[in-house]
């Protein structure tokens, strides 16, 4: 059965946004049933913004930050740590990109959201679907 992911209420909002995305886009909910929370922490170095512990699937957004981050900067670091999570995607070595391994300025978000969402998301298409044998029709 599926464990139901215990999320924060002040994250609530922002991991709805990505799940609807996510279906919106045809990606389907990746690994979303084994994440095991969505929560705030003391990540202990303060050069990062969050964290997803793959095995587990718990993402952690560092609680010092939070405060000081505007709404686009916070969506898109949930989406970042939800990617790592739930689509098991990798760092991205480009600057616009959602993946990429630091968090853009406010007005840079605001500005390339829409496009690096549109991307983040066909970018995972592939990983949607059946996986079927060799000859096989899906």
Known sequence: GSTEAKVDPELASFVEDFLADARAFGVGEGHWHEVSSVGFADLGDLSLAGMCYTKSRKVEIASVHWPYQGPCVRRALL???LGHCVLDLE???VKEDLMFHQLPDEASCVREFEAA????FEGVKFQAGPLVLPGERP
């Open 79 to 81: 989406y970042h740590e």
């Open 91 to 93: 760092h991205s070595e």
């Open 117 to 120: 969402r549109r991307r983040f």
